[in-house]
């Protein structure tokens, strides 16, 4: 998100004029499923939490509004061209493969779990937190992170609750808690066995500070049930991801 802050048209090409191109080739190629991969940051700040799918959307960054002008026009051209569409909000995605087969292999990733893993395996000097002066218990960002591989039975589970006639819906995608950065770095350092360097900055534009998904809805409408609802397990395994990487730049 604070990527987005410093490049917004560069977001809104993207996430906002590229997913309007491809709504509409999709309406005239007679598609009938959509499914959109939106982003928990269009409620930017929440004023409760956990936040639901009905609650106020008011992005704090170009990349929730990118993001939120896309639902818009997916809800809209549904109205109007019957295109019938799951909408989901992805809360903080973390992890990767249990099997090792794949992972986050970006480079310069800014995702905490990555830092803090390169960070644990010396790929990094030190993992900077960024605001300490939030009101949570301990002053840093709160967040709600979710396996990718639950997130990718969201996104199967969805297919199949609109194959099967379920109406358009926007759905979270989370766990319904949350932990804060110190408490993500902690588990790294306990999972890894590493305590590696840590510093303190200030805040960075676009960060809201506690944003957790209420879930239930999601739970109900596709039956979804997460298999991996584990800090502990979702680090230990971009951890796994981490070292089989290295391996492989060699």
Excluded at 104 to 118: N, Y
Excluded at 208 to 223: E, G, M, Q, Y
Aim: glycine share 10%.
């Amino acid at each position: 998100m604070p990527d987005s802050v410093r490049d917004p048209l560069g977001y809104y090409r993207n996430n906002t004029v590229n997913s309007r191109a491809l709504i509409e080739t999709a309406i005239k190629g007679g598609v009938r499923h959509f499914i959109f991969s939106s982003t928990a940051a269009v409620y930017g700040n929440p004023a409760r939490v956990p936040v639901g799918e009905d609650d106020a959307t008011v992005p704090m960054s170009p990349y929730g509004s990118s993001k939120l002008m896309t639902e818009i026009m997916l809800r809209d051209a549904g109205a109007a061209h019957g295109l019938r569409h799951v909408i989901l909000r992805y809360f903080n995605v973390a992890g990767a493969d249990p099997r090792g087969r794949t992972g986050q292999s970006t480079k310069g990733a800014t995702h905490l779990i990555k830092v803090a893993v390169e960070t644990a395996l010396g790929r990094r000097p030190k993992i900077d937190v960024f605001g300490t002066d939030y009101e949570t218990a301990d002053g840093t960002c709160i967040r709600d992170y979710i396996h990718v591989s639950d997130l990718v039975r969201a996104h199967s589970d969805a297919l199949t609750y609109l194959r099967g006639g379920g109406a358009s819906a926007v759905l979270n995608c989370g766990y319904g808690r949350g932990f804060s950065v110190l408490e993500v770095i902690d588990t790294v350092k306990r999972v890894s066995g590493v305590d590696f360097k840590v510093e303190f900055a200030g805040r960075r534009a676009g960060d809201p500070a506690r944003i957790v998904a209420a879930s239930d809805r999601i739970r109900s409408a596709l039956a979804w049930r997460p298999q991996f609802d584990d800090l502990q397990t979702i680090v230990g395994h971009a951890l796994a991801w981490e070292r089989k990487l290295g391996t492989r730049n060699r």
